[in-house]
């Protein structure tokens, strides 16, 4: 697991920016941050991709130098991932894109199971491909298993890359035990843990409406 925060960088400040509540309701700032921790998170994995020798033609002669063999497929759970998946989408601007709506179903205050709903998947063919499945909040982990779930009717991906900006421990844990596709996570910081809500504590609130505003 890659964890941004375990060496100091500015993210440290986009991620505090995000989690301060006197900074908060600025949502041009909060999508700014989410956008800005996509790309260093992009730029971060892009370390780990393979690569293969080019030559170019510079103004002065050939220039030998290594670019990715191939273009991950960014995958984008709706609608709090959009800012993030724009950071990854900026560094990685050669790539194909898929989108999943995916929500967490709101129960009766005395239920403790958490159940999310999908209504909506595009995304091209991922047969062998790697697949960057971009969420901000990586809490309960059942969104990720069940996106990744509904991808597959698109072609088995080669590898799965979780990309979050703020993980649980339990939600790591549920992938770790339900997601049977070969998968690594990468994340800007992980929490303590999840409230009896299914909250991350301490997290930063829900993403989704402090980006684009409380939904009904």
Do not use: C
């Not at 921790?37 to 030998?64: C, H």
């Not at 724009?86 to 129960?107: C, H, K, T």
């Not at 159940?115 to 969104?143: H, Q």
């Amino acid at each position: 697991m890659f964890i941004l925060t375990q060496k100091n960088s500015i993210a440290n400040q986009f991620l505090a920016e995000l989690r301060d509540v006197s900074v908060q309701g600025d949502r041009m700032r909060f999508r700014k941050n989410l956008e800005r921790l996509g790309e260093i998170m992009a730029y971060e994995i892009s370390k780990s991709l393979p690569y293969t020798p080019s030559e170019l033609s510079g103004p002065f002669g050939n220039v030998q130098t290594e670019i990715p063999a191939e273009q991950p497929v960014i995958v984008s759970v709706l609608r709090a991932a959009v800012p993030f998946y724009q950071g990854v989408l900026n560094f990685f601007d050669r790539a194909d894109s898929g989108f999943i709506g995916a929500y967490r179903v709101e129960n009766h205050p005395n239920e403790t199971e958490i159940s999310i709903r999908l209504n909506y998947l595009a995304a091209p063919s991922l047969e062998n491909k790697t697949v960057l499945l971009v969420d901000p909040m990586l809490a309960t982990g059942k969104s990720f298993v069940k996106s990744a779930q509904h991808l597959i009717s698109h072609g088995k991906p080669k590898k799965i890359e979780i990309v979050s900006v703020i993980a649980a421990p339990e939600g790591i844990d549920y992938i770790q035990k339900n997601l049977n596709i070969p998968h690594r996570f990468w994340t800007v910081a992980l929490d303590e843990k999840l409230n009896a809500q299914s909250y991350i504590i301490p997290g930063l609130g829900d993403a989704g409406d402090l980006a684009f505003g409380p939904k009904l």
